[in-house]
Nanobody
């Protein structure tokens, strides 16, 4: 199973920017999809952004225009650049991968808290 370790969360003020990073390892099969999900208190886990192996990107409506997902193959990371943060972005953010055999992996999550 792919090992995923997130980093970069924290406590930030609304309007600022932050980049989350997810380092992946133990990849046995090519990764088909990489992405970020989040779960706010009392809510279900929801998709934030995904990046396909052909470079296609998808974003939740709440992330469009503010967030950018990108991959750094040299560092084995998939990152989420988040701009213009708002308190509603407060959540635990999880890294996710799916390989070509449809095996799923999740990171342990990183907490982001945005205060106004």
């Amino acid at each position: 199973q792919v090992q995923l370790v997130e980093s970069g969360g924290g406590l930030v003020q609304a309007g600022t920017s932050l980049t989350l990073s997810c380092t992946y390892s133990r990849v046995l099969f090519r990764l088909r999809t990489m992405g970020w999900y989040r779960q706010a208190p009392g809510k279900q886990r929801e998709l934030v952004a995904t990046l396909g192996d052909t470079g296609d990107e998808t974003y939740a409506d709440s992330a469009k225009g503010r967030f950018t997902i990108f991959r750094d193959n040299a560092k084995n990371t998939v990152n989420l650049q988040m701009d213009s943060l708002i308190p509603e972005d407060t959540a635990v953010y999880y890294c996710y991968t799916q390989d070509i055999n449809y095996n799923h992996s999740w990171g342990q999550g990183t907490q982001l808290t945005v205060f106004s």
